[in-house]
């Protein structure tokens, strides 16, 4: 009840204060609309988070995994779609729209298996349906909105060219964490939540690091050789310049992957606090770390502030779990 009223609330002040926050992050009126239709998709997009929520709270995470994906793909190719016939106006529509298929996709996968239309209400369930719901919205509001002003600064100070660099160097982390996000919430989420014995998720961290840590730091070195050729296949020769950026972008994925296994604690734990914590220190030194670098550095900036930012990152991750993951049990 709490988190409807919250995400309707929120979509109200959205609406009212379209023109205003449209003044403040894009610098003029002309994208108010955004705002307005990111006010009617809020709701929806809260009741999206609740399913996904519902869904994790119940230890379904093979069915959580095949959601994700298929929100993955959509994200994927309206993105494409919208950005290739409406270029900068077209991605900015992407974020704010793309949350209404999510819910669409959702409701339609789930309603049925779930029996949504079944009235009950449990306090502990709801509580820890709500705690899911919270910080899945957070961190989908936060980070999203952070990139948008982001992209603009980029296109107010460098032009819209670089800031299509800056987008086509994040695209190329956007597939293979795809792959590492399922893996975290196939594998790792649901051992974690069923075991709450803190020497076994101590093992699933050991375990983590030793085997796929040094693979995927294989693949990211083996991608900096080959990007080049990655961006002639995935992208075009009119994104050549995309090479000069990856180094630093390869570098912030590193710590940002090492990062999910700890985060994957704050969630199974459901420890709310320490969740938004760790997002708004990402949230925050990433906004202002891009804004610092780029006026010092141009667009290199961008990156090297990602990788500094999730470094950060990980460090605070790793500070608010030291005594799980350093101290002995009986300390």
Do not use: C
């Amino acid at each position: 009840m709490i988190f409807g009223v919250s995400t309707l609330l929120g979509g109200i002040l959205l609406y009212l204060f379209s023109s205003s926050l449209s003044m403040i992050i894009f610098r003029e009126y002309d994208y108010a609309f955004l705002f307005k239709i990111a006010a009617v998709v809020l709701p929806m997009h809260g009741f999206h988070l609740l399913y996904f929520s519902l869904l994790q709270g119940l230890g379904n995470y093979k069915r959580v995994v095949g959601v994700e994906i298929a929100m993955n793909l959509t994200n994927l190719l309206v993105t494409a779609y919208l950005v290739y016939y409406y270029n900068l106006t077209g991605a900015l529509v992407a974020v704010v729209t793309i949350p209404l298929f999510y819910f669409g996709l959702t409701f339609w996968r789930l309603s049925n298996e779930l029996r949504l239309f079944r009235f009950g209400w449990s306090r502990i369930v709801a509580k820890n349906l709500g705690l899911y719901a919270w910080m899945s919205l957070f961190s989908s509001l936060a980070i999203p909105l952070v990139y948008i002003m982001i992209r603009n600064r980029i296109t107010l100070t460098l032009g819209a060219d670089q800031a299509g660099y800056w987008e086509a160097v994040n695209q190329f982390s956007f597939f293979y964490f795809m792959i590492l996000q399922s893996l975290i919430l196939m594998y790792i989420l649901p051992n974690i939540s069923a075991n709450t014995d803190l020497s076994f998720y101590k093992m699933q961290v050991g375990n983590y690091f030793k085997k796929l840590m040094p693979l995927f730091l294989l693949f990211l070195v083996g991608l900096y050789f080959l990007r080049d050729v990655a961006i002639w296949l995935m992208l075009s020769d009119d994104f050549f310049a995309v090479r000069d950026l990856m180094g630093w972008q390869l570098m912030g994925d590193f710590f940002r992957a090492a990062t999910l296994v700890l985060v994957a604690f704050f969630h199974a734990r459901r420890m709310i606090t320490s969740y938004i914590l760790i997002d708004l220190v990402l949230s925050v030194s990433l906004l202002f770390l891009s804004y610092d670098f780029l006026d010092s550095f141009g667009l290199i900036g961008a990156v090297q502030a990602h990788f500094v930012s999730h470094m950060l990152y990980f460090f605070t991750a790793l500070f608010l779990l030291r005594k799980v993951l350093f101290y002995s049990i009986d300390e």
